[in-house]
């Protein structure tokens, strides 16, 4: 139980964009809340919200911008996928992620993303999440990378 509730706090750490120049990367770390909604042969469903800051001085792009999306994860392997939208308005990411939870309670992954309006050209990137406070508590802090063309 406690590897499920892990891998779907990890889970949770998926991603979302800051600012950044016409060309490069966008580094932005984020705090990720998970609902574990059901569990169906094997498979963790859930929801997921969270808000991203900017490691660029705190400003630009998505700084404090809201992210949300759905989960599912596999509880036996610790892999799983999700859809997530970060943003607001015309302003927005939307896409997929892949994630694996690894038995010391740490989750890497991969976004895949496709921006409109002021985030238009930013596609997707890797990323990195651990638990924050008890796993009970279903959160995760996350750093992402995105890159921007």
């Known amino acids: 139980m406690c590897k499920i509730l892990l891998a779907s706090l990890l889970l949770a750490g998926l991603v979302a964009p800051a600012a950044a120049d016409d060309e490069g990367t966008i580094k932005i770390h984020s705090g990720w809340k998970l609902t574990q909604e059901r569990v169906d042969k094997g498979v963790a469903y859930g929801t ?6 900017n490691d ?9 911008a809201p992210a949300s999306g759905t989960y599912s994860l ?11 939208t970060w943003g607001n308005g015309d302003d927005q990411l939307k896409g997929t992620f892949t994630i694996a939870v690894m038995p010391d309670g740490k989750a890497t992954g991969e976004n895949i993303v ?3 309006g002021k985030l238009a050209g930013i596609t997707g990137g890797p990323f990195e999440c651990a638990f924050a406070g008890k796993p009970e508590d279903q959160q995760a802090w996350c750093a992402e ?3 921007r063309k």
Do not use: C, D, M
């Open 48 to 53: 997921l919200w969270g808000i991203t800051f």
């Open 56 to 64: 660029a001085a705190g400003n630009g792009p998505l700084h404090r």
């Open 145 to 147: 990378v995105f890159n």
């Open 114 to 116: 496709k921006g409109t």
């Open 74 to 84: 596999v509880q036996e392997s610790g892999k799983g996928e999700g859809e997530l």
